[in-house]
């Protein structure tokens, strides 16, 4: 029996080796079939949506491996503190971009650019964004969350508003925590939801003043090239009326270039 015994040794050897790189070929081809950021987990949904989950991964960089045909994007409570330009460039299907509950300070002009045609919703809220840069939402209309960010109302804002094609109620979500000129009606309030007040006047009224000061320079301008005009034209009258008193001249014109000289 020693010989049997040997042989389903041998055996039992080779099905576990078989066994084994069938489990570990499996799962080769499977990681690649669902190709995933690293560090992320994801998912695929039934109707075809990939999902990638990288929250809370301390992560400090955006991920650029990211496959690009996922729909959703988790990113939230990491430790993000900016989104460099073209930073989801490629994901030309994602819907959903939640970048919420991170260190946000700063968004950079196309940001989200590639994203405009199917991006519906982008959380940003609960971050640390202070201004706000139409430039980074440039060709963007979904719905974001931009609600519990410390943002500072000033000109800028005012006139950065109009410029995003954002769905207008996004808007709401900016609330002033300070403003510039200080105005207490506008602290805590929803920017959008306060239109009587007008963050831009100041700047205005500076302008105003540039204006004066460029007219009164113009004006000096004008009155001091009359005055040297009228000065150097008198000085050539009087040259003129020497010349011609100098002439020899009938009697009634000498008369007359007297009657101008008193007159100059
Ligand atoms: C993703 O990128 C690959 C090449 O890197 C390309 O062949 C494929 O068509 C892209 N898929 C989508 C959904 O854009
Ligand atoms: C926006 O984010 C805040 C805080 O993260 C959350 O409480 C709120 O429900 C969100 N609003 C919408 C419309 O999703």
């Known amino acids: 029996m020693p010989l049997l015994a040997d042989w389903l040794l041998r055996h039992s050897v080779v099905m576990c080796l078989l066994l084994h790189s069938l489990v570990l070929m499996t799962f080769c081809f499977h990681h690649a079939a669902t190709s995933c950021s690293k560090s992320c987990y994801c998912s695929e949904s039934e109707s075809g949506g990939k999902t990638v989950r990288c929250s809370n991964l301390q992560l400090t960089e955006i991920p650029q491996d990211i496959p690009n045909d996922t729909r959703r994007v988790y990113l939230d409570f990491n430790l993000f503190t900016t989104v460099p330009t073209n930073a989801f460039a490629g994901l030309q299907h994602l819907v959903e971009l939640d970048l919420s509950h991170n260190e946000l300070s700063q968004l950079e002009p196309g940001a989200f650019r590639g994203l405009g045609s199917s991006l519906q919703f982008l959380d940003l809220s609960s971050n640390k ?52 000129p200080e105005e207490n009606e506008v602290k805590g309030l929803a920017f959008l939801l306060a239109p009587d007040i007008d963050l831009c006047v100041a700047m205005k009224r500076t302008t105003d003043v540039a204006m004066l000061v460029v007219m009164f320079g113009w004006f000096t301008m004008v009155i001091s090239y009359l005055v040297y005009y009228v000065r150097a034209n008198q000085e050539d009258a009087r040259r003129h009326l020497e010349y011609l008193k100098s002439l020899p001249s009938r009697q009634g014109k000498s008369e007359e270039s007297s009657t101008i000289s008193t007159v100059v």
């Open 129 to 180: 964004l202070v201004n706000f840069n139409a430039e980074a939402f440039e060709g963007l209309r979904a719905r974001a969350n931009l609600t519990n960010n410390p943002w500072h109302c000033d000109c800028n804002l005012q006139m950065a508003m109009p410029r995003v094609d954002l769905e207008p109620a996004s808007l709401t979500g900016i609330v002033c925590q300070t403003s510039d």
